[in-house]
């Protein structure tokens, strides 16, 4: 216990003064306690055993041999961008638990607002937030895209008047895609009201591949389709920023062992 012997017989003689009593037999072959002193040790002792228990649990925590990880994220982040670090963490720290709720951005704030996730995946842009606190985890490309139905126009930049005439598919309102893709036509003059509005970046794909319209999806995430001609991009003539992926946590909340782990794991990517 890192205490001197002479340290450790006054603490005994002061816990015999607070008690009012004598907790110790002292003789020349040392000391053992009275009937008041085996009384006390039986409620003493279930204490002690509660705080060595604790302090191995707090060592595994530390040592992420267990514990907890809860995400939000939207199923399309869940789908394309998280599940490769789901697997990776997984395999790495096999006794943590990890948790994920599906939400998109907006509600995912609440959710970290109120505690019940430890961090959150969001597409940028994102309404500013004074209580969050948020990193750039990775990039994204959207883009329109179109199947055979509207191979006509493959190759070529279309005119606005020809862009106002197309079924364009969006995701719902209320979404960080969503608002990108309004303010980026809005900043390009385009006025486009919607054919459709989707709550599913994969139905979007799927809509799109059956010529229901043109969909504005993530680049990143269709490659194959595009390699493979079931969709192509379309030129509207304008220029799409890339995006962040962003991760989101509570100002001056610190994160616990298992969150912070796996919020380096997301940030390697910038570093590699």
Known sequence: LFVTQPAVSQGLSKLED?????????TSKGIKLTS?????????QPAVNSLLKAEAVFAKLRNLDAGE???GASDTLCMYYLSEYLSRFQAKYPEITIKV????STEIVNLLKNGLVDFGIVNMPLDREPHLFIRAADTIQDCFVAGKRF???KGKTLTVEEISKLPLIMLEKGTATRR??????QRNGLKVTPALELGSVDLLVKFAVSGLGVSFVIKDYITDMLESGELFEMDFGIHIPKRNIGIATMKNIPLSAAPSAFVKMLLEKEKD
Not at 18 to 26: D, K, S, V
Not at 36 to 44: E, F, I, P, R, S
């Open 18 to 26: 607070e008690l009012n009593c004598t907790l110790f037999i002292r």
């Open 36 to 44: 008041d002193g085996q009384m006390l040790l039986g409620y003493v």
């Open 69 to 71: 990880v809860r995400i």
């Open 101 to 104: 709720i599906n939400r998109t």
């Open 151 to 153: 191979e006509m126009y």
């Open 180 to 185: 990108f893709a309004d303010n980026l036509l």
